[in-house]
Nanobody
Framework: QVQLVESGGGLVHAGGSLRLSCVAS????????MAWYRKAPGKQREWVAF???????NYADSVKGRFAISRDNAKNTVYLHMNSLKPEDTAVYLC????????WGQGTQVTVSS
């Protein structure tokens, strides 16, 4: 019964930046891989960034070089630093444990205006 709470979204102009946070309940956070996903209206949910329990990262090609995922195990929190935002990044952003999904949180809305 891991609970996930995302925050940090907002409305920004193209080229702007945001930092998203995801707080996960439970005592196993430090040994869990984590990922960020996004869901735009009318489109399938897509994976955007991944971080292992040890801190290794990987990114979807669409965000590589612009986004950075990190974690703070002491705070049970994973972050997504988003730079050079584009209108195509507009979506609800969600976090979860890849492969062993907990219930999805509410997500946090990111809207990028042109």
């Amino acid at each position: 019964q891991v609970q996930l709470v995302e925050s940090g979204g907002g409305l920004v102009h193209a080229g702007g930046s945001l930092r998203l946070s995801c707080v996960a309940s439970g005592s196993r956070f430090s040994i869990s891989d984590m990922a960020w996903y996004r869901k735009a209206p009318g489109k399938q949910r897509e994976w955007v960034a991944f971080i292992t329990h040890g801190g290794s990262t990987n990114y979807a090609d669409s965000v590589k070089g612009r986004f950075a995922i990190s974690r703070d195990n002491a705070k049970n929190t994973v972050y997504l630093h988003m730079n050079s935002l584009k209108p195509e990044d507009t979506a609800v952003y969600l976090c979860n444990v890849p492969g062993a999904f907990a219930s999805w949180g509410q997500g946090t809305q990111v809207t990028v205006s042109s």
